[in-house]
């Protein structure tokens, strides 16, 4: 067909209703979050700032494709949530009753008045949505409603997406988050930003649960595929977004750093059908280049401002620079082997763990020959911490196998199958116990950092 | 998701004298709410047409042009590059782009999502 002969075709404009809709849509989804903290705030109960911001939308989606999107479809959404809650408070006795049980801070004559559209309400908003993070990530709640609390409320997932992401029915995520905001409520947590003694233990509750959501995209601890990326993508945005929230704090942009330059190589641990490709088998010309650069830039800021309070780097900036340390290797072979092992013994040293221990044999091994991380890690083994944990096991028998012991090294790999419940992670730790003896060459670690 | 924005501007309908301070500050709040958001990854302006080059292939033969390209209308005149959860979500943040310019701008954005790496 030549040129001439193609059909034309025509360009699809959306008509100003169908574009109104998607608008409506996509804009209620980016400021549902902001409008539902800062509903919270005003009527003190998450679950009326949900039904006021559900109120909003449906305006929205009666009003915009007809009169078009506002200028500030944030500021809208809000104004129009204060009115719904007018009107309700009028017509309705029992939303009545529940406002003057609940006590925020709602005043009627307040809402009255529209907002002016010059003033810029940005700062208080950014304080609710830092209320609501606090408030998500609360140590009254137990971790997995945490994290469903705060997929829900501050990432503005649906209970829907968070079932499919996590592998479990959405009926078990809709009721955690039930009974945990049910906890809120019954603890009287209140709704604000810690202050004091309290901000450092709630900002690590905070910082451990964005870790969390990440690290199950970024290594699945169960299902077919060794990643999820769509909750890799929703920790690093989350990460992102407590950048802007927290700015001054360096173990914010320590952890931003951490989920920046690991995700650099999300799509190169990964291989055809969702199989696990090990940092030393990946093919770095696919590590991404771009989130390389923005984790290089957060662990400045992170350094700059621990610099500038006279404070020792955090657990989560030390990750990332040994994080960062693989990322300045164009090959295996020129790996920093030495200054890992460094950072992995200030980081033993600051922040104790089993599982630092155990990354730090890794790197010992690579620094002083596997017998000398063979010893540590018969160490940690010894006090069995770690005994049910398959990676244990997986290092075991890599250790085992570059020391030439190919039949403990088999045996070692099949027991760390065993103990993981992620088929990708089971399939290629059994591959390597059936091909141990002819891969004996090989020198690279069966565990990647942290 | 990423989306790249390709932000298209008439050189001849660009305002009354290019961006003036009003809209540079706006365009700076904007910026910032979308990195705040978590959405923006990378974004720059590009210097005028008029320094470009051109190198193309065609028939196996490779020429070069210098600027100026008097014969496009619209011109690519900077780029966001946008971590979005869905395509309407990357339109919206492009619409509140354009909602900053007055009415002496004629410009456009085509919104093109990044193929993941294979």
Redesign the interface.
Known sequence: MTRSERPQVLNHELSPSGRGR??A???W??EWPRLVAGLTRMFGDIDAAEDLAQDALLAALEQWPRDG?P?N?GAWLMLTAKHRAIDRHRRDATFRRKLSVLGGEFVIEDAEQPLPASVDP?LAI?DDLLRMVFTACHPVLQPPARVALTLRLVGGLTTGEIARAYLVPESTVAQRIVRAKRRLATEQIPYEVPSGEDLASRLDSVLNVIYLIFNEGYTATSGEDWVRIELV?EG??????LT??IPDAPEVHGLAALLELQSSRV?ARSGASGTLVLLADQNRS?W?R?LIR?GFAELGRAHALNHQQRRPPGRYALQAAIAAAHAMAATPEETEWPRIAGLYAVLAQRFPSPIVELNRAVAISMVDGPGAGLELLEAIAGSGALSDYHLLHAVRGDLLGRLGRDEEAATSWRQAAELTANVAEQNFLRDRANAGVHRRARSAPTIDPL | MRYLLLIQINPDAAGAAGPDERLAEQMGTLLEDMTKAGVLLDTAGLRPIEEATRIRLANGKQTVIDGPFTESKEVIGGYCLLQARSKDEAVEWASRFLALHGPDWEMGIEIRQLDDPV
């Open positions: 998607r608008a849509e996509a804009a989804r980016i999107v200028p479809p940005d950014e993508e690093l945005r989350l990460g992102r977004i802007g929230l799509w696919r991404d771009l923005r």
